[in-house]
Structures are given as structure tokens and as C-alpha cells.
């Protein structure tokens, strides 16, 4: 399968500061990267869909001021979590598409972000 | 209702068992459906994926779509301890996708 690339692959910060996590398809084009948080033993909750080019598509709750979003590339998009706090942390897991609706979405190794 | 359900276990079996794991779904939108498998800390594994109803097959993994019955299955044969993990059910129609809670596997040696 695809190769999504995430980076880091856990972060500790201090609270109030901004963390920016790193999502890369290795070996294909990504015209679409969503962005999920998963709380333990719970599924993912997606937090937002980006498409190359344009804004992120923020789902209901989510603050877009907040988590930044930025997909300047079809191969990198990004996530900044801003002016952090102790119940942002969270497992932040990205996945990359490569074409249509319906193709297969593979996923980054995730990145536990713990905030204090 | 939630729009897909999914017992989160945990289901323990002894190794060679053959596991089954469902998940039930309201959206007859529903076309794209996938298997996941999570090891724990890490980000989810594509196993298998399914568009509309039937059996796929591949090594000791069988998924199973019935929509009439809006319910899919993975089958996993001779189970081993290597598929501990955590199995989430995915499934799309012209929505992202939408996934299980996942079910947590043991399998004891």
C-alpha cells in the first residue's frame, strides 16, 4: 500500500505554546488529507479535510482557529495546534488519499501529543 | 442510532482460532468498505477494502459485505498472537469515512 509519512511521532509541550505536525504521502500525489483525533480506546473522530490548494473543511466543533491547517503541496500537509492546552492532548493520526471518493485512505503513524 | 456500530470487545481467543468481527451500519449510502487493523500507539493499517456487497479474500483474511442486511464481517483464520490489535471497521458513501469504534483482539498463545 501507500506510504503516509507523520511527523513526530510524539511531541511534549508546555502549555500555551504551538505544535505543528507533519503529514507526508511518500509515493503518491495526495489531492486530499484528513486529519483525525483519537481519545484512548475511542475511534477516530475526523477533525477536518484539506484538498491541495484550498481550505480545510473544518467539521462541526472543531475550531479552525485553533487546529491550522495548511496543504500547500499534494504531498505535505500540516497541522498546528495552537496556543495549547492540557486537554489538547490527544493521538492526532493523518491519512492521505490519492484520487477519487471510494479509493483506499492510508494512514500515518499518528502522533501522541501530550500538553502540560 | 449511530450511524455505524461496532463492539468494542474485548474479544479473546487461543491462537488458531478463527475470529469473527462485525459491524452493523444505518446509511444505505454506503459503498466503500474497509478493514483496519490498529496496533496499540500507532496509526490504523488498511487490511482489507470492499466496494459493495461480497466476499474478498486474501491469506487468512476474508471480508464479508451484505448490504441488503447493512453488516459487514472480517474473518480472520488460524489466528495468531502477532493479530492482537484493535480492528475498526470503515465505511464511505459520499461522506469521509466513517468509522467503528474498533474491537479489541487477543489472541493468547
Known amino acids: ?116 | 442510532q449511530k450511524e455505524v456500530e461496532q463492539d468494542p470487545g474485548p474479544l479473546s481467543v487461543p491462537e488458531g482460532a478463527i475470529v469473527s468481527l462485525n459491524c452493523t451500519y444505518s446509511n444505505s449510502a454506503f459503498q466503500y468498505f474497509m478493514w483496519y487493523r490498529q496496533y496499540s500507539r500507532k496509526g490504523p493499517e488498511l487490511l482489507m477494502y470492499t466496494y459493495s456487497s461480497g466476499n474478498k479474500e486474501d491469506g487468512r483474511f476474508t471480508a464479508q459485505v451484505d448490504k441488503s442486511s447493512k453488516y459487514i464481517s472480517l474473518f480472520i483464520r488460524d489466528s495468531q498472537p502477532s493479530d492482537s490489535a484493535t480492528y475498526l471497521c470503515a465505511m464511505q458513501g459520499n461522506t469521509p469515512l466513517v468509522f467503528g469504534k474498533g474491537t479489541r483482539l487477543s489472541v493468547i498463545a
Open chain 1, 1 to 116: 500500500g501507500a506510504v503516509v509519512s507523520q511527523h513526530p511521532s510524539w511531541v511534549i509541550c508546555k502549555s500555551g505554546t504551538s505544535v505543528k505536525i507533519e503529514c507526508r504521502s511518500l509515493d503518491f500525489q495526495a489531492t486530499t488529507m484528513f486529519w483525525y483525533r483519537q481519545f484512548p480506546k475511542q475511534s477516530l473522530m475526523l477533525m477536518a479535510t484539506s484538498n491541495e490548494g484550498s481550505k480545510a473543511t473544518y467539521e462541526q466543533g472543531v475550531e479552525k482557529d485553533k487546529f491550522l491547517i495548511n496543504h500547500a503541496s499534494l504531498t505535505l500537509s500540516t497541522l498546528t495546534v495552537t496556543s495549547a492546552h492540557p486537554e489538547d492532548s490527544s493521538f492526532y493520526i493523518c491519512s492521505a488519499r490519492s484520487g477519487a471518493r471510494g479509493t483506499e485512505a492510508f494512514f500515518g503513524q499518528g502522533t501522541r501529543l501530550t500538553v502540560v
